[in-house]
């Protein structure tokens, strides 16, 4: 089963890019902790893609052919899986948050992708898109853990994430589902390059009521806003609307709580471990 050169897998393209890597790799008579070693990503990030549970990112896709001298190979069916897994908006998000040098962010309704624990990311699919199959949540789910890899990396974007308060008593995927979600919010919040905020219910009205936004500020071009429901994002260029975007991020940050408020509102919202 060939196929990134003409035919159709008879599996989604990102099994088919696991199973490529089992028999490459196989076939050269290396474990995956030796491919792992070959490479920047660690074994579990190897291990989780050969299984089809992530989605790869570029650079490993890259740094698999380098490591396995299977030429573009990898890069190839790289693209075939980007394909099938994001649609046309959802390329451009995973291609902006990769070149953004600072993302600044705000969301009313739901947390942020890049920051979604993989148990709240398939409650929210599951609950956005009724009619999802099985196949096409878990394309989804390895797709936006893909996405995340960019906060590993070293030279990660500066993020500045604002959030309303709402978004933190939604419980999406129910109480435990939620608690962890907090948790994982709360380790985020805590990592170097990381602003949190959170606008409380108390504050009256305000200009993040028209809706999520994300600026994306890059070295030596302009800043690029997405804007809008998933359902009708738009990437806007405009440099008056681009602007007017950065200053409702401003004002939003002064009518939320300081980081180290939000930080301690957002703990006790969280059950302990052992009570969820």
Known sequence: MITADGLLPDCSWLRFFGEELRTVREALGLTLREVARGTTYSFQQISNVEAARRTPSEDLARELDRTL?????????????????????????????????????????????????????????????????????????AARAARQE???????????????????????????????????????????GVTLQVVPLSAPDHPGLDGPFTVWSYAGHPDVVHAGPAHAPRLIESPHEVAATALTHSLLAAAALNPTASLTHIQSLTPSPATS
Request: aromatic share 8%; with cysteine; proline share 7%.
């Open 150 to 192: 960019v906060l590993n990396r070293a030279d990660r974007p500066y993020i500045w994430l604002i959030l309303d308060e709402a978004v933190l008593h939604r419980p999406i995927g129910g109480p435990a589902v939620m608690a962890r979600q907090l948790r994982r919010l709360t380790e985020a919040a805590e990592q170097p």
């Open 69 to 141: 001298n299977t030429g573009d190979r990898f890069q190839r069916i790289l693209r075939r899986v980007l394909a099938d897994t994001y649609p046309n908006w959802f390329r451009g998000v995973s291609v902006e948050e990769g070149r953004a040098t600072q993302i600044r962010i705000y969301q009313p309704c739901v947390l942020p992708g890049l920051f979604q624990t993989e148990e709240y990311t398939r409650a929210r699919l599951r609950w956005a898109r009724p009619g999802i199959t099985r196949q096409e949540l878990d394309a989804a789910v």
